[in-house]
Structures are given as C-alpha cells and as structure tokens.
T-cell receptor, first 115, second 111 residues
C-alpha cells in the first residue's frame, strides 16, 4: 500500500499568498483528518471527514482556512490569505472506519513556511 | 474536557534504562488510547494502543499501563535503545474515530 500521500512536501510562500495542500488517503479508507503540528501547540486536529462529509471543523483556526474532500481519494486544505503564523507542518491522515480503535495513518506532512 | 495532558516534555535516558511517559485525560467518553512515535521529518506512526477494559498491554519492550479510575495512562519503554530516540505522543479517541493528541515527549537515549 502506498500510504497517505501529501503534496507538496515543502512550501515557502509570501504572506498574503494562497496555499493549497493536497492529500490522497489510503485506498479504502473512509475517514480523513487534517492535523497541524507546531512546537508550541503540538498536534492539533483541524478538521475531519467521514465518507467525504466534514464532521467536525471546530479546529480550523479561522475563515482563512478551508478544506474540501470532493471524492474518496482526494482532499485539499487551503489557506487564503496566508500569514507567517500559519507556518507549521500540516499532516493528512486516514483510517478505515469512523469508529474508535482504528489506527489513523499519517502522511509525511507538508512543511509550510510563510515569510 | 477534550485535552490530553502529557509529561514530561523531554526525557533523557541512558541506554538500557527505562523510559516512562505519562498522560492524563478528562473526557470519560474516550475509549481508545494509542501511543504514536514520530521520527524527525516523518509523520507519527502507531506504536501501541490500549482500550480501557484492560489495565496493561505489552508489545515487546513497550508497555502501556492504564488506570481508568485516575484517568491516566503511561508508556514504559524497557531496555531503551538509541534507536528509540524520537518524539512520543499519547492520544485519546472516542466513537467518532478522531484522536486528540498530547503535546509530545522528546526522548533521547544516550549510548
């Protein structure tokens, strides 16, 4: 299995620019999660989807952030406009069913730097 | 109620020693408690997990101890090795399938 695939792996952008992060979950998984990791706040859950439907987006920091999952094999996290405080590692993760006890598999992350 | 508190923030252990990381949760609806291991430049990966119907789970050198009444659980790494040097995250999950993570513990095992 290819695992969770994220792109880009690294992104450096200027403040005010739009950033789009992409994710391909593991085939057959129907839950998808977006996490953000920083030194100060650790791993924060931003949003998660079950069967392509957003279930909880309470972790999305503000309206500048949006996420979509148009089909079972693709999701995007968009930041518009980006700010320096958005600099972080963004992880996409997926699991097989929306039940507790199922392993969540993480991608290798998208390292975002906003200057 | 959604927080998971993890300590210590960092830990230095000699090779062959025991590493112990502690976590506490508040929400009694949580019923799945995994530990994830993360190496630099990589995503977190599941190490070991436990459900609250057992008090201990052991896999090789890694053991989770779970205290339901105290709402605490811990990871013990026996015979710690330099290759165990990584950041460890505890987490708690419920019926929705999402996980709430602790802030992580950076473990360094000195040879």
């Amino acid at each position: 299995d290819a695992g969770v695939i994220q792109s880009p792996r690294h992104e450096v952008t200027e403040m005010g620019q739009e950033v789009t992060l992409r994710c391909k979950p593991i085939s057959g998984h129907n839950s998808l999660f977006w996490y953000r990791q920083t030194m100060m706040r650790g791993l924060e859950l931003l949003i998660y989807f079950n069967n392509n439907v957003p279930i909880d987006d309470s972790g999305m920091p503000e309206d500048r952030f949006s996420a979509k999952m148009p089909n079972a094999s693709f999701s995007t996290l968009k930041i518009q406009p980006s700010e320096p405080r958005d600099s972080a590692v963004y992880f996409c993760a997926s699991s097989s069913v929306p039940n507790s006890g199922n392993t969540i598999y993480f991608g290798e992350g998208s390292w975002l730097t906003v200057v | 109620q959604q927080q998971v508190k993890q300590s210590p923030q960092s830990l230095i252990v000699q090779k062959g020693g025991i590493s112990i990381i502690n976590c506490a949760y508040e929400n009694t609806a949580f019923d799945y408690f995994p530990w994830y291991q993360q190496f630099p430049g990589k995503g977190p990966a599941l190490l070991i997990a436990i459900r609250p119907d057992v008090s201990e789970k052991k896999e090789g050198r890694f053991t989770i101890s779970f205290n339901k009444s105290a709402k605490q659980f811990s990871l013990h790494i026996m015979d710690s090795q330099p290759g165990d040097s990584a950041t460890y995250f505890c987490a708690a999950g419920g019926s929705q399938g999402n996980l709430i993570f602790g802030k992580g513990t950076k473990l360094s095992v000195k040879p």
